[in-house]
């Protein structure tokens, strides 16, 4: 039994050695490591680029917000600058407007003969407040030059020649009609009633719109019957009470239509 024994144990033994020299034994790559090692340097320098351009980007992106900061900033600043002037002139507007409408007011009653209004009739100011005025300082600087020298000097011989000049060289000034008016009411004072007729007519004719064509009318007609012209005088009154009835105007020539028809 002892040598069976021992052979038994000897083939096991090299059974054994068989099993174990049959298993595969570990193998390093040296070559496919050193491939890992190479991507993942070259991964990292790719990552690193990577990092460093969205920081510039970023940093960028914080320079344009802030400059289009700066510049919101700077349009607010300004905005409130043009609604500051904006408001200013507004105001200065108003304001001369005001002025116009009380000058247009002392200029009706400083022209007016002193027997052309009844003591119970007052000077014409019929829509008054419904006149343009003017954003050109200049065309105001020279209206407000005529009107002052009836107005303050009561010089009405130099204030003809200063209404001409206005009226020639602002044709189309939302005060034509007043300074036309005007100056056929300086014309008329002084007893110039061709020249007068004619700046009346042009009031008449050129601005319908106008508050002071109904004026004008009556103007035109009180010079016809100044020259005796009866029948002009009698149509333009009837024209007068036809298109302006309820008007101060009106209520002046009713009484000298009336003395006409008698």
Excluded: C
Excluded at 99 to 116: G, I
Excluded at 206 to 218: E, G, H, T, V, Y
Aim: net charge neutral; proline share 4%.
């Amino acid at each position: 039994m002892k040598p069976n024994s021992i052979l038994f144990g000897m083939s096991f033994a090299v059974a054994a050695n068989i099993a174990v020299a049959a298993e595969p034994a570990p193998v390093i790559e040296v070559t496919a490591g050193n491939s890992v090692s190479g991507n993942s340097s070259s991964l990292s320098e790719q990552l690193g680029n990577l990092e460093r351009k969205l920081d510039a980007r970023n940093r960028a992106q914080v320079n344009v917000q802030r400059q289009l900061d700066d510049l919101q900033n700077e349009v607010n600043e300004l905005r409130g600058i043009t609604e500051l002037h904006t408001y200013q002139l507004s105001q200065v507007l108003d304001r001369q407007r005001e002025l116009y409408q009380e000058l247009d007011r002392r200029v009706s009653e400083a022209l007016k003969p002193a027997n052309q209004v009844p003591t119970s009739i007052s000077a014409p100011t019929d829509n008054a407040g419904s006149v343009n005025y003017s954003s050109n300082l200049t065309e105001n600087e020279a209206y407000d030059r005529a009107v002052n020298m009836v107005l303050k000097d009561k010089r009405y011989e130099q204030a003809i020649p200063e209404f001409e000049a206005f009226n020639q060289k602002y044709p189309n000034s939302s005060y034509a009609a007043n300074a036309h008016y005007w100056l056929g009411q300086l014309l008329f004072n002084k007893g110039e009633l061709t020249r007068a007729r004619q700046e009346f007519d042009v009031v008449v004719s050129q601005f319908p719109d106008s508050s002071k064509r109904s004026d004008a009318l009556l103007k035109l007609a009180m010079v016809e019957q100044k020259e005796n012209n009866k029948g002009k005088a009698i149509a333009i009154y009837q024209k007068l009470l036809a298109e302006y009835p309820n008007s101060s105007a009106a209520k002046l020539a009713q009484p000298r239509l009336k003395s006409l028809k008698q």
